[in-house]
């Protein structure tokens, strides 16, 4: 905990946007290891892959196109520093009434939580209660989660798509050339382990239901190979064995699995997401439904990141050949 | 009471640093690496609350009496995976401002606004 105090610090300090972004991923790292002390695994896995490993590397795409310096603050911070440490004071002070960490007999442990430590089992019949309350007991408000993930990747396509040019193509091919000769054991170690993040990404998504693991880890993790890839081949070569308008349809096609098993619920007559309709035995409906909506929501997701690093990377290159056009 | 609540305490530092981040920088990267400082440390504060002294991680198996509680975890994670989409969707808005305006500095950004008025 302190060290993520010390990271923190230093970042505000930093001026090179480079050391920022790095000391982020660090941090990331950090509270990842902080909720395995928490017991919470599943959380810890979105944290390494999402924090330590997506965000980074949109980031570093970010500055690349907008500059790695940041200006000096030049109006006194005085004003910011007495907000934020009064503001500061004012939570403190209200922690005072907080129940201690660790407490068995905190109000948050006396409510929902039970039922679901204790019925999970005979309703739903999956271990992990995680991924149980996610996807069946709460399977509405995970949907809403998942349509927010795929209204904020129609945003970065919106705001970023590049209508490409063909002509460009020959250019960045000779430049990733020359740059993978340079980086040999870069190369051919990573060749040999993206097949293993892919292999682990399924692991994950469909041993979700008895480990920690899902729809959403595996969509990222599964995401991060792609963007492996990305990066030692170029974009261009990605783009020729992932089709762009290939992975739109997918990002929706994830949204409307899990909407339409759902619907499928309700038209049976039962309750919206209630999966216990889906079969003659409620545990193996409940089995089936998870299922479902967990494949639903690591398509979404998977296709949502690559579709935004996608994105990035193809602005970034065009704005390269812009200037060299300028030049 | 020094130990009880000393994770709520680093909570808020952190939050209190990331805060102060946004308001006081002016480099609109900066202000997203501040608001996911920010975000972070609510994380860490609903996993601090969940957690239960000697339990252990929410996936059932024989011989475990205590579990920590799951439904704070289930928040988080889908929070964390929402939170990458969102700082993509600001990243992305930071490009076209850089293209449209030529930096990313607030002040400048002001200031050409100023000129056009």
């Given at each position: 905990m302190a060290f993520l105090v010390g990271v923190a610090f230093a970042i505000v300090r930093m001026k090179d946007l480079l050391a920022v972004i790095m000391l982020l991923g660090i941090y990331s790292l950090l509270s990842a290891s902080f909720f395995v002390a928490m017991d919470a695994a599943d959380v810890a896995f979105t944290e390494a892959a999402v924090g330590a490993g997506i965000s980074t590397l949109l980031m570093l795409v970010t500055i690349s196109m907008t500059g790695r310096s940041e200006h000096p603050v030049r109006h006194k911070p005085l004003l910011a520093l007495a907000v934020v440490i009064i503001t500061g004071s004012l939570l403190i002070y209200g922690t005072l009434d907080?129940?201690?960490?660790?407490?068995?007999?905190?109000?948050?442990?006396?409510?929902?939580?039970?039922r679901y430590i204790n019925d999970s089992m005979q309703e739903i019949g999956v271990p992990n209660i995680v991924t149980s309350v996610l996807a069946s007991y709460r399977a509405f408000d995970t949907f809403g989660e998942v349509v927010v993930i795929f209204t904020a990747g129609i945003g970065v396509l919106a705001l970023l798509s590049v209508v490409r040019r063909r002509e460009y193509t020959i250019n960045d091919d000779s430049f990733n050339h020359s740059m993978h000769e340079q980086h040999l054991i870069l190369r051919i170690v990573t060749k040999m382990m993206i097949p293993f993040i892919l292999l682990f990404a399924f692991y994950v998504q469909f041993h979700g239901d008895f480990g920690p693991g899902?729809?959403?880890?595996?969509?990222?993790?599964?995401?991060?190979a792609v963007f492996l890839y990305t990066m030692l081949f170029g974009t261009s070569t990605a783009r020729q064995v992932i089709n762009q308008s290939f992975i739109q349809l997918l990002a929706a096609t994830g949204v409307l699995l899990y909407g339409s098993v759902g619907i499928v619920s309700l038209l049976i007559g039962k309750e919206f997401f209630d999966y216990s309709a889906l079969s003659a035995d409620p545990i193996t409906g409940q089995h089936l439904g998870i299922l479902l909506i967990e494949l639903g929501v690591g398509i979404t997701v998977a296709s949502i990141m690559i579709i935004i690093f996608f994105n990035f990377v193809g602005r970034r290159n065009n704005l390269q050949h812009k200037e060299n056009e300028g030049d | 009471m020094?130990?009880?609540?000393?994770?709520?305490?680093?909570?808020?530092?952190?939050?209190?640093v990331g805060f102060y981040i946004v308001i006081a920088h002016g480099n609109l990267i900066k202000k997203v690496v501040g608001l996911s400082i920010f975000q972070t440390s609510v994380f860490i504060f609903y996993i601090s609350m969940a957690k239960v002294d000697g339990g252990s991680a929410p996936i059932l198996a024989e011989g475990i009496k205590q579990y920590s509680n799951p439904l704070p975890h289930v928040l988080i994670l889908t929070a964390i995976v929402v939170g990458i989409a969102t700082t993509a969707l600001a990243l992305a808005l930071a490009v076209r401002i850089k293209e449209a305006y030529g930096s990313i500095e607030e002040e400048e950004i002001q200031k050409k606004d100023n000129q056009i008025c």
């Amino acid at each position: 905990m302190a060290f993520l105090v010390g990271v923190a610090f230093a970042i505000v300090r930093m001026k090179d946007l480079l050391a920022v972004i790095m000391l982020l991923g660090i941090y990331s790292l950090l509270s990842a290891s902080f909720f395995v002390a928490m017991d919470a695994a599943d959380v810890a896995f979105t944290e390494a892959a999402v924090g330590a490993g997506i965000s980074t590397l949109l980031m570093l795409v970010t500055i690349s196109m907008t500059g790695r310096s940041e200006h000096p603050v030049r109006h006194k911070p005085l004003l910011a520093l007495a907000v934020v440490i009064i503001t500061g004071s004012l939570l403190i002070y209200g922690t005072l009434d907080m129940p201690y960490f660790g407490s068995a007999e905190a109000p948050i442990h006396q409510h929902a939580a039970p039922r679901y430590i204790n019925d999970s089992m005979q309703e739903i019949g999956v271990p992990n209660i995680v991924t149980s309350v996610l996807a069946s007991y709460r399977a509405f408000d995970t949907f809403g989660e998942v349509v927010v993930i795929f209204t904020a990747g129609i945003g970065v396509l919106a705001l970023l798509s590049v209508v490409r040019r063909r002509e460009y193509t020959i250019n960045d091919d000779s430049f990733n050339h020359s740059m993978h000769e340079q980086h040999l054991i870069l190369r051919i170690v990573t060749k040999m382990m993206i097949p293993f993040i892919l292999l682990f990404a399924f692991y994950v998504q469909f041993h979700g239901d008895f480990g920690p693991g899902g729809g959403f880890q595996a969509g990222v993790i599964f995401a991060s190979a792609v963007f492996l890839y990305t990066m030692l081949f170029g974009t261009s070569t990605a783009r020729q064995v992932i089709n762009q308008s290939f992975i739109q349809l997918l990002a929706a096609t994830g949204v409307l699995l899990y909407g339409s098993v759902g619907i499928v619920s309700l038209l049976i007559g039962k309750e919206f997401f209630d999966y216990s309709a889906l079969s003659a035995d409620p545990i193996t409906g409940q089995h089936l439904g998870i299922l479902l909506i967990e494949l639903g929501v690591g398509i979404t997701v998977a296709s949502i990141m690559i579709i935004i690093f996608f994105n990035f990377v193809g602005r970034r290159n065009n704005l390269q050949h812009k200037e060299n056009e300028g030049d | 009471m020094l130990l009880g609540l000393y994770n709520y305490w680093v909570v808020i530092v952190l939050m209190m640093v990331g805060f102060y981040i946004v308001i006081a920088h002016g480099n609109l990267i900066k202000k997203v690496v501040g608001l996911s400082i920010f975000q972070t440390s609510v994380f860490i504060f609903y996993i601090s609350m969940a957690k239960v002294d000697g339990g252990s991680a929410p996936i059932l198996a024989e011989g475990i009496k205590q579990y920590s509680n799951p439904l704070p975890h289930v928040l988080i994670l889908t929070a964390i995976v929402v939170g990458i989409a969102t700082t993509a969707l600001a990243l992305a808005l930071a490009v076209r401002i850089k293209e449209a305006y030529g930096s990313i500095e607030e002040e400048e950004i002001q200031k050409k606004d100023n000129q056009i008025c």
